[in-house]
């Protein structure tokens, strides 16, 4: 018989976008580069100091693109109740990351959990279901339509580029307005601001992997100046680069 909860440390390599689904409740925190999620037409970056929270059977896709390195932590139905939402994505508290630490310890077995471990993945479980409650803001749309995740995936590619709604919309084969009527109903936000989005998020993955400067942040996802590099920033995500940066580490 399994535990009715467990936890492991992992290093991953870069790798392309996959399927997990598991039977528990799962608690999945990078400690070192990023992850990218996607579940429900919409993706999220998980950097260090941030956590998702995967309800049991639900499945999503990650993709890794730098090595990482992962704290994961997994919860049987029974021990945890269900979590607030398919997939949430927060940040992790002082508390929370201590917990998790502290988890690791106790990988999968037979032999149950010993009471200080039991007492140890339920003040986890309480502590990271509470913070759950107040998800991250910064996701993207991953759209429906096969022109939608064509455009988006185009504009993913070209955030260091002076690129054009315009130019997108003549590469999926749709006129501007057809187009900017698919980010409306798909995405319930314009192109612009879907732009804006993912050159934050690939910001925040560049933060994640190495230590190059705002100023080359900002350029690598096309801006040309840092102070609305700075801003934008600040505006999705409440704080400065810096600040973000600040709070990967222990």
């Known amino acids: 018989m399994r535990r009715e909860a467990y936890a492991f440390a992992r290093e991953f390599p870069a790798a392309l976008s996959s399927e997990l689904c598991v039977d528990r ?19 999220w970056l998980l950097p260090p100091a941030r956590a998702a929270l995967i ?14 390195t992962t704290s994961s932590v997994l919860f049987d139905p029974g021990f945890a109740p269900a979590p607030p939402g398919p997939l ?10 201590a917990l998790v630490s ?27 279901w509470r913070l759950a409650a107040r998800p991250s803001p910064v996701s993207v749309p991953a ?9 988006l995936a185009l504009t993913g590619e070209r955030l260091a580029d002076d690129v054009t709604f ?7 084969g749709l006129v501007p307005r057809s187009l900017a ?13 879907v732009l804006r989005r993912m050159r934050v998020l690939r910001a925040i993955e560049r933060l994640a992997a190495g230590d190059d400067s705002i100023t080359t ?26 600040d973000y940066r600040a709070s990967f580490r222990p």
Do not use: K
Request: one cysteine or more; glycine letters at 6%; hydrophobic letters at 45%.
């Open 102 to 128: 502290e988890c690791v310890a106790w990988p999968d077995a037979e032999e149950p959990l010993p009471p200080y471990a039991r007492a140890v993945f339920g003040a986890l479980a309480a502590v990271t």
């Open 55 to 68: 309800a049991a059977g639900e499945p999503i896709q990650v993709a890794i693109p730098h090595p990482v």
């Open 181 to 193: 009527r698919r980010f409306e109903d798909e995405c319930a936000m314009t192109w612009r601001a």
């Open 217 to 242: 942040v900002a350029h690598a996802v096309g801006y040309t100046s840092l102070s609305a590099f700075n801003a934008a920033f600040r505006d999705l995500t409440g704080r400065t680069p810096t």
């Open 25 to 43: 409740h799962y608690l999945l925190c990078a400690s070192a580069g990023a992850l990218r999620l996607e579940a429900h037409g919409s993706s």
């Open 88 to 97: 949430t994505v927060f940040d992790l508290s002082p508390l929370a990351r």
């Open 166 to 172: 315009e130019e997108i919309a003549h590469e999926v």
């Open 143 to 151: 759209g429906r339509s096969p022109e939608l995740r064509q455009a």
